[in-house]
């Protein structure tokens, strides 16, 4: 079982940066892939970046590449996202996820574990 708490939301101009954080419950959190999604009001939930279990594979959305960056800290059971560049289309409230087996996907029911979000509001 794993537990994960995001925090790091906020609000922010358009062009800035927010870094959001999640931090996670249980001895075993090097044995799952972390993953980042965002949900806006109206819309469906939807993939931002994944990372393995040692932080040597990422995979990024298309929207976010080149400017998101996810990392992890399996000393600390820490995953983070900085996010730079910030557009308005980035609002929405973001999600820690955790997944067993050391593959990364993008399917949001592939995820076995969710924090409860945390929002991200880019003024413009």
């Known amino acids: 079982q794993v537990q994960l708490v995001e925090s790091g939301g906020g609000l922010a101009q358009a062009g800035g940066s927010l870094r959001l954080s999640c931090a996670a419950s249980?001895?075993?959190?090097?044995?799952?892939?972390m993953g980042w999604f965002r949900q806006a009001p109206g819309k469906e939930r939807e993939f931002v970046a994944a990372i393995s279990w040692s932080g040597g594979n990422t995979d990024y959305a298309d929207s976010v590449k080149g400017r998101f960056t996810i990392s992890r800290d399996n000393a600390n059971n820490k995953v983070y996202l900085q996010m730079n560049s910030l557009k308005f289309e980035d609002t929405a409230v973001y999600y820690c996820?955790?997944?067993?087996?050391?593959?990364?996907?993008?399917?949001?029911?592939?995820?076995?574990?969710w924090g409860q979000g945390t929002q991200v509001t880019v003024s413009s």
């Open positions: 996820a955790a997944k067993r087996y050391d593959y990364i996907t993008t399917i949001v029911r592939n995820y076995d574990y």
């Open positions: 249980g001895r075993t959190f090097s044995s799952y892939v």
